[in-house]
């Protein structure tokens, strides 16, 4: 199930907790507590972006390394075809 987006409109986990005695012939009512679910979402959210900010970064310095200092980027066809005809005149 998708959850909103958004903390304001995110549900929160309600549950009870009841203790099973005597193969269920009593089932008192131990407590209910409830998980606020946006907030967590929230953070796991933030907490990825860094990661993935991080690991973007690694690997930027990675490729730099890989070519001798360098900065690394891909050619588009048309950067070929410029440079082929460059060294071909």
């Given at each position: ?21 005597f ?22 959210y933030?907490h990825q972006?860094?990661?993935l ?7 930027k310095?990675?490729?730099k ?15 070929k075809?410029d440079?082929?005809n460059?060294?071909?005149?």
């Open positions: 199930m998708r959850l909103p987006s958004s903390g304001l409109f995110c549900p929160k986990l309600s549950s009870d907790v009841y203790d099973y005695v193969k269920g012939l009593s089932q008192p009512l131990l407590g209910t507590f409830s998980i606020p679910i946006g907030p967590i979402l929230e953070s796991t933030l972006k860094a990661e900010e991080e690991s973007e970064n690694i690997i310095e990675l490729k390394v890989l070519n001798g200092g360098a900065v690394f980027h891909s050619i588009d066809e048309e950067e075809d440079i082929v460059n060294d071909a005149i």
